[in-house]
Every structure is written in C-alpha cells, then in structure tokens.
C-alpha cells in the first residue's frame, strides 16, 4: 500500500524502500534466532498399556534451550484408532524452561496402537520464521480391557452389600467333601463320619474332620457371537462384559472364590480354569485382551456339553449374551435349563437404551405413535424374557451397558449370601 502511495508522493516510496530494509533485517535476524545451536526437544509419557473405554493420562514434555522465549504449535501423531485427525497445542514457553502439556486419551478398541513423533512448529518472539522440529517419540503401546476403575469396586459401594451391613451369615452347603485330619470320637459328633479302620487301629473310635467349603468356583462365561456386536457409545457389547469380566473377578479373589473365565460362539473357544491366586488377574487380561466377535449365532448345546463333562463341581455360571426377542430366548432355553440343573445360572442381557428414548418421547405425529408403539413393545419382550427364565429357576440381570458392572456385582454378592452356591 506505501509503495502504491509512492506512486503519487515520492516521501512515501523512500519510506517503503526503508521498511522494507527493515523486514529484510527482521527477516535475517529471525533466522539467526531460529537456526543456531540451541532447539527443542520434546518427550511423551503414556503407559506402555492403557485401558479401554477410560480416559488415559496422557503428558508430553517441550524443553526449549533458547535463550530467548518460543511460541510453539505442537502436533502429537496419535494412533489412527482414536478417529482424531490431528491433537494440536498451542503455547509458549520461556527461555531456558520447560512445558507440560497433559491431555486424555480414551480408547474405544482393544489391541496394539502405535504413536507416532512430536512435531513442533517454533517461532521466535518476532515470528517471521517458523522452524520445524522432529522429535523422535515413537512408541506400541496395548489397550487392554478396562482395568483403571477396578479399585472403586469395592464392597461397600454395592447395593446387595450395604442392604446386609451387619447381618453375618454363616453358609453350610451339606457335608463338605474337604477333608482335614482325623480325630477321636466325642459326644456329639457325627456317627456317619467315624472312620472304623482307624477305628481298629487305635482301639478308640475315631471320626473324619471335616471343613466347611469356603473358595466357590465363579466362572464368567461370555457368548462372542453376533450377538455381541451391538454398538454403544463407541463399544460394542463385548467389551463391555470384558470390562465386567475383570471387575467380577477382582471382587471374586478379593471374597476368597476361585474365578475362571469361559468363552465361546458357534464351539466353546477357550475354558480358563478357576483359581483364587492374585495372579489369576493376569491370566484373565491375557485371554481376553484380543478376544474379538464373530459374525455366527451362538451354539448354547455346545455350551452345555462342554460344560456337562469339564465342570466337576457346583458352579456360578454368569452368562453374558443377549437376547432380542422371546423366539431367541426359546432355541435356547433347553440347553440353559440343562445348565442349571448342575450349577446355579445367571444369564446377563442388556436392555435397548435407545429404545427407552423413543417410548419416553413425546409424540406428534402418526409415525411416532407407531415407532413408540413398537419400541414399548420390544421392551416389554426383554422383561419377559426375564419373567420366562426365571420361571425355569434361571437368575438374569436385565441392564444397560453402563451399569453391567455394578449391577453383575451385586448379583453375585446376593446369590453368595443367599447361599444359593
């Protein structure tokens, strides 16, 4: 615009000459700030394994060894399974100091992801020039099913548990088969447990001592069949009773019961057998951490056998499927009742949450009476699939994915202290 001027005053063209000496002089002055010894270095801290569905910390770390401040644009290479096309920050940082940037990442998918560099943008305080900086980060990292929340899951936070907050109850399951030492019969004891050839070689009758059982066996047994693929809020049902799975079984080791873990869909996958050590957690991660859906419908009488003739004592079976329609429910109920009859079943399914918005709609219109309608309608079908497997002496927990957890919980909490295993 000055030049322009200068065409009619001639003041206004010396002036422009010597702006834009001065530019040239900024410009070179710029690049000498930018490119001498000193330059930036940046690091990420992330854990080598992150959970998923919870938001992970996340803290990149920019060291400017100027001697003059920076203003920089930092642009982290996150991994394409997050779905974000680019994570930028802006900031400035002074000389000789540093910057912590903290952020959270919340993965939707299990598996193995991969960060990329930091890329850093700097300008001196005139910003003219930008130098572009590199910084080696690169890193695999495992997303793991959800193991952050696991500590909140403690007994008191559950309901069946604090309705019996000072009620002690004492279970006996009959005679247990746990036999501890032998020793001499006194009054009271019971005749049917005198062991006569110890008996005969002492001289004095002696009896059979015997413990009450204490470590039941817990087996979470998850259908990964179609069924399962159902999306919300970014994940599918599987990894929901994945999450549960892991929280289950922390509160099954910590009330001194043995968990396992059993998966299956057209053929029982894998049968991960019960066991209360702490290291059991490790296991369970192992198993499910690349457990994936498949596009077949459930088998449940592959589901029965197996468990027929690989499941020698009484066990709580917690089924995690679900169930659409009454018609699903009946091709299956003869194999779920032939479960129960040697272990106590509890079949976990999940209400449709999008359903409940479109029944609590207020309606205007024709159509909307008849999408209500139908809504309502597939939501009484879920209570009465409920109604019909407990009919058949079957336990079930009807919830929506959020709450499967604290809800499986309890559940398991209620059959213990009802001393239905």
Request: aromatic share 10%; with cysteine; charged share 25%.
């Amino acid at each position: 615009m000055i030049f322009i001027l200068g065409h009619f005053y001639a003041w206004m063209q010396i002036l422009g000459l010597v702006l834009l000496g001065v530019l040239f002089l900024l410009f070179i002055l710029d690049i000498f700030l930018l490119f001498r010894k000193a330059n930036i270095t940046a690091d990420r801290e992330v854990s080598n394994v992150l959970s998923n569905g919870d938001k992970n910390p996340c803290t990149l770390q920019i060291y400017n060894t100027y001697t003059h401040p920076i203003h920089c644009q930092i642009t982290e290479e996150i991994p394409h399974q997050l779905s974000i096309r680019e994570l930028r920050f802006t900031e400035k940082i002074g000389a000789m100091k540093s910057k912590e940037i903290a952020y959270q990442l919340e993965p939707k998918e299990r598996g193995e992801y991969d960060f990329g560099d930091i890329v850093v943008m700097a300008n001196s305080p005139l910003r003219l020039v930008a130098r572009r900086y590199v910084c080696p980060a690169a890193k695999k990292v495992a997303v793991y099913p959800s193991f952050i929340h696991l500590k909140k899951h403690t007994f008191k936070n559950f309901k069946y548990y604090s309705q019996q907050s000072g009620n002690k109850r004492t279970r006996k399951i009959g005679h247990s088969t746990e036999f501890e030492h032998i020793k001499g019969y006194v009054k009271g004891d019971d005749i049917r447990h005198i062991n006569w050839k110890s008996s005969a070689k002492h001289g004095n009758l002696m009896v059979n001592q015997y413990v009450d059982e204490k470590a039941q066996q817990i087996y979470c047994t998850i259908d990964t069949g179609r069924a399962m693929q159902m999306p919300f809020n970014g994940m599918t049902l599987l990894d929901y009773a994945i999450n549960s799975t892991l929280a289950l079984s922390h509160v099954i080791i910590r009330n001194s019961d043995q968990a396992g873990v059993l998966y299956f869909n057209k053929k029982v996958e894998k049968i991960l057998p019960v066991s209360k050590a702490i290291r059991q957690l490790n296991k369970i991660y192992n198993v499910l951490y690349n457990l994936e859906t498949t596009f077949a419908e459930s088998n449940f009488e592959e589901l029965y056998s197996t468990a027929k003739f690989k499941l020698s004592h009484r066990s709580l079976l917690l089924i995690f499927t679900n169930f659409e329609d009454t018609n699903s429910v009946e091709r299956q109920l003869p194999y779920l009742r032939g479960l129960a009859k040697n272990n106590v079943v509890v079949v976990i399914f999940f209400k449709n949450t999008e359903l409940d918005v479109v029944a609590r709609a207020k309606v205007n219109e024709t159509k909307q009476y008849y999408e209500k309608a139908i809504a309502e309608k597939l939501i009484y079908q879920k209570k009465l699939i409920a109604k019909q497997l407990n009919k058949y002496g079957i336990h079930t927990v009807l919830t929506a994915p959020e709450n499967l957890t604290t809800d499986t919980i309890d559940k398991y909490l209620e059959i213990k202290a009802r001393g239905l295993i």
